[in-house]
């Protein structure tokens, strides 16, 4: 009598697997079936994969992983923990779904864990953006936000405590104080020019290099002029577009020396006329070189920062610089750029706030703290177990997918959602 492909599988792996020697006996559908999940449970399996974190960050996993006891929540104990208020909770449901009863095709495992975290809740808090009212005189008149002086005092008193890199290395401070003013201002314009998309720690490195790598007396605007385009890209290669800002940097360069004497220009509309300057660049160089602070310096965490307190909805920095100058004093305007950077470096992170060691928050006074934050990762795992073709031998194989999906609710009742999904292939 013929014997099926299956049945002679099946008994090549229970000959794999038994230390002596089997009986003989008929194969049922039931027996290769727990055959098949003993193999899976106790078979090596290496994988490398990268599952996104909560604070938006990524962690690459060990390059060899065993499959453990704990990698089955069925089998995992159950533990107790403390509920407080900070203290997420973790529930974690699985369920197997049989697709096909053979020794070759395994199931398709469903995974759900879900955390959440929780801080203290201050009631709704409104958003109460600068208003445009019409006055006696039919003159349209700028009010500012209604708790705007409390907001700003709280950060300042935040950013006294913890050091933030821009207090450091911000490109005000970069500039060698024992060249000549002139070459200071043009150093405080590179540094600048290479600050663009580059956290701060890293322009500073760039223009040390500059400073110690170009002959004496180091960056300086014939030397920059003087040094081939090669040289100076591999010399700023740290940063973000170092190819284009090699570009900007010669013709500057020589713009500069053409147009406006060797000197840097003393205008907004002069700055602004250099290739890659725009107009935060033109704001902060005009405070920092020469001293005359004529507008705002909006960066992406001003313009994100005074956003999320609900000051004005804006799309884009040059929008918010006009609606803050309709309104904040002038006497701050040099100042907030300097603020509000430090306090995204350390706080109000783009990826990741920490509201709960915000002040604002505790207080009540912004509309975007996130007061309850929940991480949902649902893993789904296809496994198919079979022989090699070489001598026999046991493969497992898992393809899968680990979708991470994060909702924060903010104190102004508004729900973020983000999801992102990762795909994980592993064969062993």
Same mark, same amino acid.
């Given at each position: 009598?013929?014997?099926?492909?299956?049945?002679?599988?099946?008994?090549?792996?229970?000959?794999?697997?038994?230390?002596?020697?089997?009986?003989?006996?008929?194969?049922?559908?039931?027996?290769?079936?727990?055959?098949?999940?003993?193999?899976?449970?106790?078979?090596?399996?290496?994988?490398?994969?990268?599952?996104?974190?909560?604070?938006?960050?990524?962690?690459?996993?060990?390059?060899?992983?065993?499959?453990?006891?704990?990698?089955?929540?069925?089998?995992?104990?159950?533990?107790?923990?403390?509920?407080?208020?900070?203290?997420?909770?973790?529930?974690?449901?699985?369920?197997?779904?049989?697709?096909?009863?053979?020794?070759?095709?395994?199931?398709?495992?469903?995974?759900?864990?879900?955390?959440?975290?929780?801080?203290?809740?201050?009631?709704?808090?409104?958003?109460?953006?600068?208003?445009?009212?019409?006055?006696?005189?039919?003159?349209?008149?700028?009010?500012?936000?209604?708790?705007?002086?409390?907001?700003?005092?709280?950060?300042?008193?935040?950013?006294?405590?913890?050091?933030?890199?821009?207090?450091?290395?911000?490109?005000?401070?970069?500039?060698?104080?024992?060249?000549?003013?002139?070459?200071?201002?043009?150093?405080?314009?590179?540094?600048?020019?290479?600050?663009?998309?580059?956290?701060?720690?890293?322009?500073?490195?760039?223009?040390?290099?500059?400073?110690?790598?170009?002959?004496?007396?180091?960056?300086?605007?014939?030397?920059?002029?003087?040094?081939?385009?090669?040289?100076?890209?591999?010399?700023?290669?740290?940063?973000?577009?170092?190819?284009?800002?090699?570009?900007?940097?010669?013709?500057?360069?020589?713009?500069?020396?053409?147009?406006? !004497?060797?000197?840097?220009?003393?205008?907004?509309?002069?700055?602004?006329?250099?290739?890659?300057?725009?107009?935060?660049?033109?704001?902060?160089?005009?405070?920092?070189?020469?001293?005359?602070?004529? !507008?705002?310096?909006?960066?992406?965490?001003?313009?994100?920062?005074?956003?999320?307190?609900?000051?004005?909805?804006?799309?884009?920095?040059?929008?918010?610089?006009?609606?803050?100058?309709?309104?904040?004093?002038?006497?701050?305007?040099?100042?907030?750029?300097?603020?509000?950077?430090?306090?995204?470096?350390?706080?109000?992170?783009?990826?990741?706030?920490?509201?709960?060691?915000?002040?604002?928050?505790?207080?009540?006074?912004?509309?975007?703290?996130?007061?309850?934050?929940?991480?949902?990762?649902?893993?789904?795992?296809?496994?198919?177990?079979?022989?090699?073709?070489?001598?026999?031998?046991?493969?497992?194989?898992?393809?899968?997918?680990?979708?991470?999906?994060?909702?924060?609710?903010?104190?102004?009742?508004?729900?973020?959602?983000?999801?992102?999904?990762?795909?994980?292939?592993?064969?062993?």
């Amino acid at each position: 009598m013929r014997t099926s492909r299956i049945a002679q599988e099946t008994s090549k792996l229970s000959q794999a697997i038994s230390p002596s020697k089997p009986t003989s006996r008929r194969q049922t559908r039931s027996f290769a079936n727990s055959l098949s999940a003993f193999a899976a449970a106790g078979s090596p399996v290496t994988a490398t994969t990268s599952i996104p974190q909560d604070d938006g960050s990524s962690s690459l996993s060990s390059a060899a992983s065993t499959i453990d006891i704990e990698d089955y929540p069925h089998l995992t104990p159950s533990r107790k923990r403390k509920r407080g208020v900070n203290t997420p909770s973790t529930v974690v449901s699985s369920m197997s779904i049989s697709t096909r009863n053979s020794p070759r095709k395994g199931g398709v495992k469903t995974e759900v864990e879900t955390t959440g975290a929780k801080t203290k809740k201050v009631g709704k808090v409104k958003r109460q953006p600068a208003k445009e009212l019409v006055n006696d005189a039919g003159e349209v008149e700028i009010h500012p936000p209604a708790n705007w002086e409390e907001v700003y005092e709280a950060v300042k008193e935040m950013r006294k405590r913890v050091l933030a890199p821009v207090d450091t290395m911000g490109c005000e401070s970069l500039a060698d104080e024992g060249l000549s003013e002139r070459d200071q201002r043009f150093q405080t314009l590179i540094a600048l020019m290479l600050s663009s998309q580059t956290k701060d720690t890293t322009t500073a490195a760039t223009i040390h290099t500059l400073q110690s790598s170009l002959p004496s007396p180091g960056l300086t605007l014939a030397n920059i002029r003087a040094v081939d385009a090669a040289t100076l890209n591999t010399l700023i290669y740290a940063v973000g577009f170092h190819n284009n800002k090699t570009r900007y940097i010669k013709a500057t360069a020589e713009l500069l020396h053409a147009r406006f !004497g060797g000197d840097i220009p003393d205008t907004v509309a002069g700055l602004m006329s250099l290739p890659g300057v725009g107009p935060k660049m033109a704001y902060l160089c005009m405070s920092a070189a020469w001293g005359r602070t004529e !507008g705002i310096g909006v960066d992406v965490h001003v313009h994100r920062i005074t956003n999320l307190w609900g000051w004005h909805k804006t799309r884009g920095p040059e929008e918010t610089r006009l609606a803050l100058q309709a309104w904040l004093p002038r006497e701050r305007w040099h100042e907030i750029n300097h603020l509000l950077v430090g306090f995204g470096q350390t706080i109000c992170a783009p990826v990741g706030r920490r509201c709960g060691e915000c002040v604002l928050a505790e207080r009540g006074l912004c509309p975007s703290a996130v007061v309850e934050r929940k991480r949902a990762v649902k893993r789904r795992v296809k496994e198919e177990v079979g022989f090699g073709e070489e001598g026999g031998e046991l493969v497992k194989r898992e393809e899968g997918a680990a979708v991470v999906k994060e909702e924060e609710v903010l104190a102004d009742g508004a729900v973020v959602t983000r999801e992102e999904e990762v795909v994980v292939k592993v064969e062993a």
